[in-house]
């Protein structure tokens, strides 16, 4: 097998057990993915926006200041990808947010600011649609803490640098 197969399946089986770990209680396994599946694309969505988090709230910042109507273009420019958050809020920084209501509204603002194609991706998922459960559950910030832990990297460096995209672009 090579590397990167057992690479994805390492982090496969530590992205399941996180399922176990946080969801036990709170899904039946086969539902596991309504929450699971969409957590993984924010997280990887999320490494992947890091190193250009600053530029692109700088560009948010100054597009809104100018008055600029259709920002999608700059903002993906900024990002150097064909997505972007505009929230200013990474998974890292809701990671110590003990308050699980404060927490839900940081979480919402966060999907809130994702570009137009991934909030598509998002209503997709349904994802929104968990968040009372989560929140009712105090499960949000384990969530987030668990796939914050370094033996799940799901950044370009830890995905094998290739990047998180379809087949189509």
């Not at 097998?1 to 530590?14: D, E, K, Q, T, V």
């Amino acid at each position: 097998m090579p590397h990167s197969s057992i690479n994805h399946a390492r982090i496969a089986a530590l992205i399941w057990n996180v399922a176990d770990d946080v969801l036990r209680d709170l899904y039946v396994r086969g539902k596991y993915r309504d929450v699971i599946l969409p957590f993984t694309v924010l997280r990887r969505l999320d490494s992947v926006l890091g190193p250009t988090r600053d530029a692109v709230m700088a560009m948010k910042k100054m597009l809104d200041e100018a008055g600029v109507a259709d920002q999608d273009a700059p903002l993906r420019d900024a990002a150097k990808q064909d997505f972007y958050n505009t929230s200013g809020f990474s998974l890292q920084d809701m990671r110590h947010v003990s308050n699980s209501t404060r927490l839900r509204q940081n979480f919402e603002a966060y999907l809130d600011g994702f570009s137009p194609n991934v909030q598509e991706i998002i209503d997709n998922f349904e994802f929104r649609n968990q968040l009372p459960r989560l929140t009712k559950a105090d499960a949000l910030g384990a969530l987030i803490e668990k796939f914050l832990a370094p033996d799940l990297d799901l950044s370009p460096a830890g995905m094998d640098n290739r990047p998180f995209t379809d087949e189509h672009g």
